[in-house]
């Protein structure tokens, strides 16, 4: 867990640097071409402001992920290298403050998972799983027989 004890904080700003496992941020990641594995790494400054908290640095994260056009696998490099974030004490935003701590491990997964590749590519000019055999027609070329509109099984049909 990723939290920061007001107190601490009440006669200068602190650094929190360190690392959060997968199982910590809990990303209950659904997509089956990325998997969280590594930890993520947070370099992180935490100032109080007289309506809450002001915190900025960076976080990074390795992704595993297979490619949705070749299905290799691949390392994506998550990075955030500006990361800001306020956490008001009052309003409709108001962060929970717990025993004098303020939880930021929700805010961080949240800001993550946004990060997460869509479609995750090996590299931009990937062009997915190629026909390499030397037979005569390719798959993406139509055959005289195959020729035939998608609507004529419909046509054949009596109802």
């Known amino acids: 867990m990723l939290s920061v004890n007001l107190r601490h904080l009440e006669e200068h700003e ?3 640097q360190g690392e959060l496992s997968a199982a910590e941020l ?7 071409m990325i998997r969280t594995g590594p930890p993520l790494h947070y ?3 935490v100032q109080k402001l007289s309506d809450g908290l002001l ?4 976080l990074w994260l390795d992704l595993d992920c297979d490619c949705v056009r070749c299905l290799k696998p ?3 490099e998550l ?3 500006h990361w800001t974030r306020h956490f008001p004490f009052a309003g409709e935003e108001q962060v929970a403050v717990d025993n004098d701590c303020v939880d930021l491990t929700p805010y961080v997964r949240e800001d993550i998972l946004l990060e997460f590749p869509r479609h995750p590519l090996c590299k931009p000019e990937c062009r997915g799983l190629e026909n390499t ?5 390719r798959a993406s070329e139509p055959r005289g027989d195959a020729v035939a509109s998608p609507w004529a099984e419909l046509n054949k049909l009596k109802l």
Do not use: E
């Not at 915190?55 to 960076?58: E, P, Y």
């Not at 055999?133 to 027609?137: D, I, L, N, R, Y």
């Open 14 to 16: 602190i650094r929190l």
């Open 74 to 76: 691949f390392r994506h």
């Open 26 to 32: 809990d990303f209950a990641v659904r997509d089956p």
């Open 133 to 137: 055999s030397s037979g005569p027609a």
């Open 43 to 45: 370099d992180l400054k």
């Open 79 to 81: 990075r955030i290298a």
């Open 55 to 58: 915190v900025t640095g960076a």
